[in-house]
């Protein structure tokens, strides 16, 4: 793996100094970039670096100045997740870039070998993916870790344009996500209450969201108290207030980006997501006390982090926005307890009609996510019948185990 580290200012030339600035800005960005980023603070370096890729077909160009334009993009949004991170206690740590000697990051394009209509949202990733597996094939060293973002140009045609970007994937699968490019994307109109301002919000806050995905992230909202303080989280709907309207990490997302194989710092030669050690749940108890559902199980295992998540039914993905998450898991020689206050909760369904309010309670779940050394995931899904708890004990419709999020 490549060994470049993450502070913008280590291996770059030419570069020229904010007062201002923690790090050394690149000359050749834009003025409005360098105000942007004249707060940027040092980043603690990292052993891997995501993979990024530009995939165009073999019958269009990428989008003017992509190269500066996506350099400025990726510092600051690697600017956001180190501050996330050390907000929620993990220091200034962020996803790993490979910097070029001026200063914009190292993207990898690739010319496919289809016409860029070959490639579309609905089953292009595959062929896109096939055709970036088969360049680390024959350029091993530029594969610098498991995780890469692959963007691609908009499609001009009747429908789409640079004025409405669209047609080519932009989703995650697995740890390889996919966003879009088009000329106007540029950090220039971030937070701007204009049409490129909102459109931007839109496309850099899903690639931003998407990214999260591609770096191991689950949905999840964060609590009542912690959204009215805090705003949105990114993996909620933060990819729609992204830019315009406060938008942060949760710390539970934090955790499973602690031991996300692109944050690791330099001299962590951890074989990441090599793992076959599930984590064991036993005897899980659900009850109500004193307005909060009090979740009492045992974990055996070994793992670093474990974080909570509860939501209503269903729980198919992209119907999970709403999941909230926690992360005081109190633990004591395997046995460990839950506490999640009702109104921390206040927007679910099931958490409506507990306090009195008329709602549809149906089916709830609780997800407990055990975050490994090497980053490996293990889920276990306890799934219950909201009108079915008490303070004696709650059946569990079904308790189910499985690797990943």
Same mark, same amino acid.
């Given at each position: 793996?490549?060994?470049?580290? *993450?502070?913008?200012? =280590?291996? $770059?030339?030419?570069?020229?100094?904010?007062?201002?600035?923690?790090?050394?800005?690149?000359?050749?960005?834009?003025? @409005?970039?360098?105000?942007?980023?004249?707060?940027?603070?040092?980043?603690?370096?990292?052993?891997?670096?995501?993979?990024?890729?530009?995939?165009?077909?073999?019958?269009? #160009?990428?989008?003017?100045?992509? @190269?500066?334009?996506?350099?400025?993009?990726?510092? %600051?949004?690697?600017?956001?997740?180190?501050r996330e991170m050390s907000r929620n206690g993990f220091g200034p740590r962020s996803f790993g870039l490979s910097m070029l000697p001026n200063g914009n990051v190292d993207i990898i394009t690739?010319?496919?070998? $289809?016409?860029?209509?070959?490639?579309?949202?609905?089953?292009?990733?595959?062929?896109?993916?096939?055709?970036?597996?088969?360049?680390?094939?024959?350029?091993?060293?530029?594969?610098?870790?498991?995780?890469?973002?692959?963007?691609?140009?908009?499609?001009?045609?009747?429908?789409?344009?640079?004025?409405?970007?669209?047609?080519?994937?932009? %989703?995650?699968?697995?740890?390889?996500? %996919?966003?879009?490019?088009?000329?106007?994307?540029?950090?220039?109109?971030?937070?701007?209450?204009?049409?490129?301002?909102?459109?931007?919000?839109?496309?850099?806050?899903?690639?931003?969201? #998407?990214?999260?995905?591609?770096?191991?992230?689950?949905?999840?909202?964060?609590?009542?108290?912690?959204?009215?303080?805090?705003?949105?989280?990114?993996?909620?709907?933060?990819?729609?207030?992204?830019?315009?309207?406060? *938008?942060?990490?949760?710390?539970?997302?934090?955790?499973?980006?602690?031991?996300?194989?692109?944050?690791?710092?330099?001299?962590?030669?951890?074989?990441?997501?090599?793992?076959?050690?599930?984590?064991?749940? @036993?005897?899980?108890?659900?009850?109500?006390?004193?307005?909060?559902?009090? $979740?009492?199980?045992?974990?055996?295992?070994?793992?670093?982090?474990?974080?909570?998540?509860?939501?209503?039914?269903?729980?198919?993905?992209?119907?999970?926005? #709403?999941?909230?998450?926690?992360?005081?898991?109190?633990?004591?020689?395997? #046995?460990?307890?839950?506490?999640?206050?009702?109104? =921390?909760?206040?927007?679910?369904?099931?958490a409506k009609e507990l306090r009195g309010e008329k709602a549809q309670k149906g089916v709830g779940g609780i997800d407990l996510v055990f975050v490994q050394l090497d980053g490996t995931r293990?889920?276990?899904?306890? *799934?219950?019948?909201?009108?079915?708890?008490?303070?004696?004990? *709650?059946?569990?419709? @079904?308790?189910?185990?499985?690797?990943?999020?």
């Amino acid at each position: 793996m490549n060994t470049k580290t *993450t502070i913008i200012g =280590a291996a $770059l030339a030419a570069m020229l100094p904010l007062t201002a600035s923690a790090v050394d800005i690149p000359q050749h960005f834009s003025q @409005e970039a360098k105000a942007k980023l004249a707060d940027s603070i040092q980043l603690a370096p990292t052993e891997h670096q995501l993979n990024i890729v530009y995939f165009h077909g073999n019958d269009v #160009e990428p989008a003017k100045d992509y @190269e500066r334009r996506l350099s400025e993009l990726f510092v %600051y949004l690697q600017q956001f997740y180190a501050r996330e991170m050390s907000r929620n206690g993990f220091g200034p740590r962020s996803f790993g870039l490979s910097m070029l000697p001026n200063g914009n990051v190292d993207i990898i394009t690739i010319q496919g070998s $289809l016409p860029h209509k070959e490639y579309p949202y609905s089953g292009g990733h595959g062929k896109v993916q096939r055709e970036v597996a088969a360049y680390f094939a024959a350029h091993p060293e530029k594969r610098r870790s498991h995780h890469t973002l692959i963007l691609m140009p908009t499609w001009h045609d009747a429908e789409y344009s640079d004025a409405n970007p669209g047609g080519v994937p932009f %989703y995650g699968v697995g740890q390889t996500c %996919y966003a879009l490019d088009y000329a106007d994307f540029d950090l220039r109109h971030l937070g701007q209450d204009t049409p490129q301002g909102h459109l931007l919000t839109k496309w850099f806050g899903g690639m931003a969201h #998407e990214l999260g995905h591609g770096l191991n992230l689950p949905h999840n909202n964060g609590t009542a108290q912690e959204m009215k303080e805090l705003g949105t989280p990114l993996m909620g709907a933060g990819n729609y207030t992204f830019g315009m309207r406060p *938008t942060y990490l949760t710390k539970a997302t934090c955790r499973i980006l602690d031991r996300s194989e692109t944050f690791a710092p330099v001299g962590d030669n951890t074989a990441f997501y090599a793992s076959n050690s599930p984590v064991t749940v @036993e005897n899980p108890q659900l009850k109500m006390k004193d307005g909060a559902l009090v $979740l009492r199980f045992r974990a055996d295992g070994n793992f670093k982090h474990v974080n909570a998540y509860i939501q209503d039914a269903p729980f198919a993905v992209n119907q999970d926005y #709403e999941k909230v998450a926690f992360t005081d898991v109190k633990r004591k020689n395997g #046995e460990c307890l839950l506490r999640i206050p009702l109104d =921390a909760i206040a927007a679910l369904d099931g958490a409506k009609e507990l306090r009195g309010e008329k709602a549809q309670k149906g089916v709830g779940g609780i997800d407990l996510v055990f975050v490994q050394l090497d980053g490996t995931r293990y889920t276990c899904r306890v *799934t219950f019948n909201w009108a079915d708890i008490t303070a004696k004990g *709650t059946p569990f419709i @079904e308790v189910k185990s499985f690797k990943g999020c």
